[in-house]
């Protein structure tokens, strides 16, 4: 009865569509070379998991996390779990048995099966005699603990189990300067900048702050000269200058930020014009190099010229669910998007906007959710004479009667191509910083 009672208080809740790309639907959470066991979790979407035995482990997800691929890693870390099931907003249930089948549920219901495969990165080969554990040679004192570290250069992990998992990872990220790892919390912190540390309680689990010491540059030792010069300067040069140079050094630094914001306008849920979902995502490039990308995506090796923050920590674009409050009560959310870019001083960049689709068109007939845009809005933070690039920003356009999805002829969602959800901004600044 208990199970039965959870189940119906479930049929009830809202499904709310995955907010992440999924491009990251299949979580590997380990570190594997060829030959090892890789456990893997395909969520299907729109899939109910179908078993006659109740759920071994039953979470409810917190606030900030109410998303099918929190639910997925909580069976990823469990070696136990082989079967997980979501539903929006905040249920995950864990089997340590196999399931059934998959049966059709409602939206914003994912099933999954943990499969577990053998690595084929590599061929198998004899591994190196000597290959260095790591190639960074950071400093670590036991029982410490970054000081003052600022999140929004750093990014915090809670799948490792031990400080050497955290320093490898920290070795492998090219702009990983310092990690903290606090053995009590499965916690493992990478920063993108170099930190000093302070002491903590000598007990308990292990704590370490690593970090790579600061960089002298000296030239290699060079043979003494010969003998001295034969001569000396005979006299100082005939004149000085007459008067100091007017212009700057051709290759002096000049001080040039841009700083992008993407969000609804509108500033809480409530406000929205319509009942619904909504995500778009921000992706920043320099120039035609497609390499280099400031986004959400990258947020682990962003670029040097550039940092991303979203409003929610945990957020992953602008989004936007504004429910009925009579039937759903602290289900709305809210976010936004912020990219800063750095020495933009005669360079170019674009900024490319997109809307991220659903697997569908969820309650066509009452959500009008498609006819919401957000704004892109891009500030000149150095140069005196421009702030705005564009006062009113820039949106792609909405119609009210041009939804994201339409019904192909076996009766399926698909995207609608007519609806323009994806627009380019380029900014070029000249050498002064004027964009």
Same mark, same amino acid.
């Given at each position: 009865?208990?199970? @039965?009672?959870?189940?119906?208080?479930?049929?009830?809740?809202?499904?709310?569509?995955?907010?992440?790309?999924?491009?990251?639907?299949?979580?590997?959470?380990?570190?594997?070379?060829?030959?090892?066991?890789?456990?893997?979790?395909?969520?299907?979407?729109?899939?109910?998991?179908?078993?006659?035995?109740?759920? $071994?482990?039953?979470?409810?997800?917190?606030?900030?996390?109410?998303?099918?691929?929190?639910?997925?890693?909580?069976?990823?870390?469990?070696?136990?779990?082989?079967?997980?099931?979501?539903?929006?907003?905040?249920?995950?249930?864990?089997?340590?048995?196999?399931?059934?089948?998959?049966?059709?549920?409602?939206?914003? !219901?994912?099933?999954?099966?943990?499969? !577990?495969?053998?690595?084929?990165?590599?061929?198998? !080969?004899?591994?190196?005699? @000597?290959?260095?554990?790591?190639?960074? $040679?950071?400093?670590?004192?036991?029982?410490?603990?970054?000081?003052?570290?600022?999140?929004?250069?750093?990014?915090?992990?809670?799948?490792?189990?031990?400080?050497?998992?955290?320093?490898?990872?920290?070795?492998?990220?090219?702009?990983?300067?310092?990690?903290?790892?606090?053995?009590?919390?499965?916690?493992?912190?990478?920063?993108?900048?170099?930190?000093?540390?302070?002491?903590?309680?000598?007990?308990?689990?292990?704590?370490?702050?690593?970090?790579?010491?600061?960089?002298?540059?000296?030239?290699?030792?060079?043979?003494?000269?010969?003998?001295?010069?034969?001569?000396?300067?005979?006299?100082?040069?005939?004149?000085?200058?007459?008067?100091?140079?007017?212009?700057?050094?051709?290759?002096?630094?000049?001080?040039?930020?841009?700083?992008?914001?993407?969000?609804?306008?509108?500033?809480?849920?409530?406000?929205?014009?319509?009942?619904?979902?909504?995500?778009?995502?921000?992706?920043?490039?320099?120039?035609?190099?497609? $390499?280099?990308?400031?986004?959400?995506?990258?947020?682990?090796?962003?670029?040097?010229?550039?940092?991303?923050?979203?409003?929610?920590?945990?957020?992953?674009?602008?989004?936007?669910?504004?429910?009925? $409050?009579?039937?759903?009560?602290?289900?709305?959310?809210?976010?936004?998007?912020?990219?800063?870019?750095?020495?933009?001083?005669?360079?170019?960049?674009?900024? @490319?906007?997109?809307?991220?689709?659903?697997?569908?068109?969820?309650?066509?007939?009452?959500?009008?959710?498609?006819?919401?845009?957000?704004?892109?809005?891009?500030?000149?933070?150095?140069?005196?004479?421009?702030?705005?690039?564009?006062?009113?920003?820039?949106?792609?356009?909405?119609?009210?009667?041009?939804?994201?999805?339409?019904?192909?002829?076996?009766?399926?969602?698909?995207?609608?191509?007519?609806?323009?959800?994806?627009?380019?901004?380029?900014? @070029?600044?000249?050498?002064?910083?004027?964009?």
């Amino acid at each position: 009865p208990g199970y @039965a009672c959870l189940a119906l208080l479930e049929l009830l809740l809202l499904s709310t569509p995955n907010m992440h790309l999924q491009v990251f639907l299949a979580l590997s959470l380990s570190v594997l070379t060829s030959g090892e066991l890789q456990r893997i979790i395909q969520f299907k979407e729109g899939k109910a998991c179908v078993t006659g035995n109740a759920p $071994d482990v039953f979470l409810k997800l917190g606030k900030k996390n109410q998303r099918p691929g929190r639910c997925k890693e909580k069976c990823s870390l469990d070696e136990k779990c082989e079967a997980v099931q979501y539903i929006a907003p905040r249920s995950c249930k864990l089997w340590y048995s196999t399931i059934d089948q998959m049966g059709p549920g409602q939206p914003g !219901t994912f099933c999954g099966r943990v499969k !577990t495969k053998i690595a084929e990165d590599a061929a198998l !080969t004899n591994p190196p005699t @000597a290959s260095p554990i790591s190639t960074k $040679d950071f400093v670590i004192n036991p029982y410490t603990k970054c000081a003052t570290i600022n999140l929004n250069r750093a990014k915090v992990l809670t799948q490792y189990t031990s400080r050497q998992e955290c320093q490898q990872r920290c070795n492998k990220m090219p702009k990983c300067k310092s990690f903290q790892w606090n053995g009590k919390r499965n916690s493992c912190i990478l920063i993108k900048y170099k930190v000093t540390s302070e002491p903590v309680k000598q007990e308990g689990e292990d704590r370490v702050c690593g970090y790579l010491p600061k960089t002298i540059v000296s030239a290699s030792p060079t043979k003494a000269p010969t003998k001295a010069p034969t001569k000396a300067i005979t006299k100082a040069p005939t004149k000085a200058p007459t008067k100091a140079s007017t212009k700057a050094p051709i290759n002096a630094t000049i001080m040039c930020t841009l700083k992008a914001t993407l969000a609804f306008p509108f500033d809480t849920p409530n406000d929205a014009p319509y009942h619904g979902y909504n995500s778009e995502y921000m992706e920043v490039t320099e120039g035609g190099n497609s $390499d280099d990308m400031c986004s959400y995506l990258f947020s682990d090796i962003l670029p040097t010229w550039c940092t991303y923050e979203n409003s929610d920590p945990d957020g992953d674009s602008a989004y936007v669910v504004n429910l009925d $409050d009579n039937y759903y009560d602290d289900k709305d959310i809210l976010t936004s998007e912020t990219i800063e870019i750095f020495n933009a001083a005669g360079r170019t960049f674009n900024f @490319a906007v997109s809307h991220y689709f659903f697997e569908a068109d969820y309650y066509p007939d009452e959500w009008k959710d498609h006819a919401m845009a957000t704004v892109l809005k891009i500030n000149n933070e150095s140069h005196e004479s421009q702030n705005a690039l564009s006062a009113d920003g820039w949106s792609h356009p909405v119609d009210i009667d041009t939804p994201t999805h339409i019904k192909n002829q076996n009766d399926e969602w698909e995207v609608n191509p007519d609806y323009q959800g994806d627009f380019i901004v380029t900014v @070029a600044c000249d050498d002064n910083c004027l964009c």
